[in-house]
T-cell receptor, first 115, second 112 residues
Framework: GAGVSQSPSNKVTEKGKDVELRCDPI?????LYWYRQSLGQGLEFLIY????????KSGLPSDRFSAERTGGSVSTLTIQRTQQEDSAVYLC?????????????FGPGTRLTVL | QKEVEQDPGPLSVPEGAIVSLNCTYSNSAFQYFMWYRQYSRKGPELLMY????GNKEDGRFTAQVDKSSKYISLFIRDSQPSDSATYLC????????????FGKGTLLTVNP
């Protein structure tokens, strides 16, 4: 596809369950980012992948959050033991390598609701 | 003080009006400035991308950056109902700094 895709589009889960969110970046984009958009909070950076370099995890809010990127393409964000405050829209973006071009292109997001 | 401040609105204008959206920031290292448009329940869409101070025009949209005042603007001319969305400013210092810092967004409604 031409753009960033994410799945599922919506996820409702119970408190304490684990969830996995998936992101397919634009073909040829080696940089991949996860952001979280909470009501009234705006977008906040979570994690960044660039090629085979170690990811920048500095934005992850707790150790319940983790992400991986397999084969330099698809990425999965995992939230363990979900809490109600994890309810938000999780957005994935991709770009050419940082330093080459800063334009980040976003997917449609996964809306997570923790009951 | 938050790094990026943006009036959340809401802003309501009649069709055809000129719209001015603004952000202020505190980090003088910011060099790259973006405006994203986000429709309800959709992901942000990159609208304008500018580097350093100056103006950039694209159709009905003009992005303006004043680094001396740490102030950026997006102007929409001849606004249309289809422009109704949340507008987010974002910025970073570029190079190895890839994290975008966003404003909270301004909700715009253009009334027919």
């Amino acid at each position: 596809g031409a753009g960033v895709s994410q799945s599922p589009s919506n996820k409702v889960t119970e408190k304490g369950k684990d969830v996995e969110l998936r992101c397919d970046p634009i073909s040829g984009h080696t940089a991949l980012y996860w952001y979280r958009q909470s009501l009234g909070q705006g977008l906040e950076f979570l994690i960044y992948f660039q090629g085979n370099s170690a990811p920048d995890k500095s934005g992850l809010p707790s150790d319940r959050f983790s992400a991986e990127r397999t084969g330099g393409s698809v990425s999965t964000l995992t939230i363990q033991r979900t809490q109600q405050e994890d309810s938000a829209v999780y957005l994935c973006a991709s770009s050419l390598p940082a330093g080459v071009n800063n334009e980040q292109f976003f997917g449609p997001g996964t809306r997570l609701t923790v009951l | 003080q938050k790094e990026v401040e943006q009036d959340p609105g809401p802003l309501s204008v009649p069709e055809g009006a000129i719209v001015s959206l603004n952000c202020t920031y505190s980090n003088s290292a910011f060099q790259y400035f973006m405006w994203y448009r986000q429709y309800s329940r959709k992901g942000p869409e990159l609208l304008m991308y500018t580097y350093s101070s100056g103006n950039k025009e694209d159709g009905r949209f003009t992005a303006q950056v004043d680094k001396s005042s740490k102030y950026i603007s997006l102007f929409i001319r001849d606004s249309q109902p289809s422009d109704s969305a949340t507008y987010l400013c974002a910025m970073n210092s570029g190079g190895s700094n890839y994290k975008l810092t966003f404003g909270k967004g301004t909700l715009l409604t253009v009334n027919p």
